[in-house]
């Protein structure tokens, strides 16, 4: 069972989801804990244990979750649109940080701009990751 398939029984569905096994309870409740940390984190944080009876803990979310909702909340789908594209870096961006002298050798080698570009965009990189990236001297 797909995790949506999952929310769409929680939400919609009582009779299905008194139904299921405690097999796919368990299954899907890890997932479905990560989604439902959109609407309360710290409830959802609660039951992030290991060890926990996920089929238990299934149980008490949809115990809680179905008198509120009789729909699936707009909050448990990523809004697409919103979620920010990777930003282009230009030479302006990279200059401003420089003083005039050095903005003024920096345009006269180009080479070192791209360069400087080059490793921007890989420590972005590396921070959307977590990566750290250690440096030798």
């Not at 282009?88 to 940080?97: A, H, V």
């Not at 050095?102 to 990751?129: H, R, T």
């Amino acid at each position: 069972m797909t995790p949506n398939q999952f929310i769409r029984i929680m939400f919609t569905d009582k009779r299905k989801f008194k139904d299921l096994t405690l097999k796919e309870k368990g299954n899907s409740f890890f997932m479905f804990n990560r989604i439902i940390a959109r609407l309360y984190p710290l409830k959802a944080n609660l039951f992030n244990v290991n060890g926990i009876d996920t089929a238990l803990a299934s149980t008490v979310w949809f115990n809680a979750l179905s008198e509120k909702f009789s729909y699936i909340p707009n909050k448990l789908e990523p809004n697409w649109n919103v979620l920010k594209k990777e930003k282009d870096i230009n030479k302006s961006e990279i200059l401003k940080d420089f003083s005039s002298s050095d903005k003024n050798i920096l345009l006269l080698y180009p080479e070192l701009i791209e360069a400087e570009i080059a490793l921007v965009k890989e420590n972005l990189k590396n921070e959307k990751s977590g990566n750290i990236k250690v440096l030798k001297k």
